[in-house]
């Protein structure tokens, strides 16, 4: 079956970064879209970015262009998520989603879903 295993996070400091990684497997994602969300507690989940399998074109939530970059890795299945100039807002439960099709914003439009990695930014 798919599994999604998200590692990386940890508690930084602000203005620090971090790498978010994603491994996929149980099937191959030729045809799917890759997205990196995030809840916070009592938040609904946010969408991120996204990254499409095959072609590697991405998507970005306006709250953070420019600062969080979505890549993948198709020899190893991973999907990553680069964070620079982490702030305390963006303390939150960071998951790793996929779905078949183009991007999406929508979490509800997600198949799977990893067990998400926390990330904690202090002030």
């Known amino acids: 079956q798919v599994q999604l295993v998200e590692s990386g996070g940890g508690l930084v400091q602000a203005g620090d970064s971090l790498r978010l990684s994603c491994v996929a497997s149980g099937r191959t994602f030729d045809s799917y879209s890759m997205g990196w969300f995030r809840q916070a507690p009592g938040k609904e989940r946010e969408f991120l970015a996204s990254i499409t399998w095959s072609g590697g074109s991405t998507y970005y939530a306006d709250s953070v262009k420019g600062r969080f970059t979505i890549a993948r890795d198709t020899a190893k299945n991973t999907v990553f998520l680069q964070m620079n100039s982490l702030k305390p807002e963006d303390t939150a439960v960071y998951y790793c989603?996929?779905?078949?099709?183009?991007?999406?914003?929508?979490?509800?439009?997600?198949?799977?879903w990893g067990q998400g990695t926390q990330v904690t930014v202090s002030s």
């Open positions: 989603g996929a779905r078949r099709g183009f991007y999406s914003g929508a979490s509800l439009r997600y198949d799977y």
